[in-house]
């Protein structure tokens, strides 16, 4: 089955690969030269997820085509649940991912949050569109907390500072596929595959 991942971000499109498996045919943006990313100006991760998976499916070259988009990030408690939305742009419009972890620790530092107090999840919605029209949003979320520095080479974004409840490692410091196992990006991608198969079965939309 073909799905169009509305992204240009390498890592999402890997991980969505790996989880749903041969059965999918994961394409991304790149492989569509018209094809664009519509901004995220939703208030939620839903509204986000959405905007970018109807916009994608409007596209001329995507007509009849499934299309998949996600809004994902960190939500620390003691932040009032920032970064929330703004995760991959906390630290700035043109951040890096070292850049947005350190303004995370540096607010959390500034506040003299303790350990104990540091409490986060990871939080996930992917949406599914075909011609402008909204199919079905599927969330998952992981909580955790955000240690004191970064661990581990693994992962992106914040996975070096979170560390999943019940777990040692942070996200960073796993193997990518027991990652994206208990991820919230993984849980939603799983969910999404057994919607897919449950509605279209084996056929090629």
């Known amino acids: 089955m073909d799905l169009l ?13 790996e989880l749903l498996g041969a059965e999918f045919n994961v394409l991304d943006l790149p492989s569509f030269s018209e094809a664009t990313i519509a901004k995220e100006t939703g208030r939620t991760f839903e509204e986000n997820a959405i905007l970018k998976a109807v916009n994608a499916s409007q596209h001329r070259q995507l007509r009849n085509r499934l ?12 932040l ?6 703004f995760s991959a742009r906390y ?6 991912d070292k ?16 350990a104990e107090k540091r409490s986060a999840r990871f939080r996930c919605v992917i949406a599914l569109a075909r ?10 979320a992981v909580e955790g907390k955000i240690v004191d520095s970064p661990r581990g080479s ?11 409840i019940g777990f040692e490692e942070t996200f960073a410091e796993m193997a990518s596929d027991f990652k994206n196992k208990i ?23």
């Open 131 to 140: 011609d402008g029209n909204v199919l079905g949003t599927f969330e998952r």
């Open 99 to 114: 850049d947005n972890v350190a303004k995370l620790l540096h607010e959390l530092r500034v506040r003299n949050v303790p």
């Open 183 to 205: 991820s919230h990006r993984g849980k939603a991608i799983v969910a999404l595959g057994q919607a897919l198969r449950d509605s279209f079965g084996s056929r090629n939309d």
């Open 67 to 78: 299309v998949i988009a996600d809004d994902s990030g960190l939500e620390v408690d003691a």
């Open 5 to 17: 991942l509305a992204t240009r971000n390498p890592h999402k499109v890997r991980e969505f690969r």
């Open 80 to 85: 009032s649940r920032a970064p929330g939305i």
């Open 91 to 96: 630290a700035g419009e043109s951040a890096s």
């Open 154 to 164: 693994g992962g992106f974004g914040y996975d070096p500072v979170f560390q999943p």
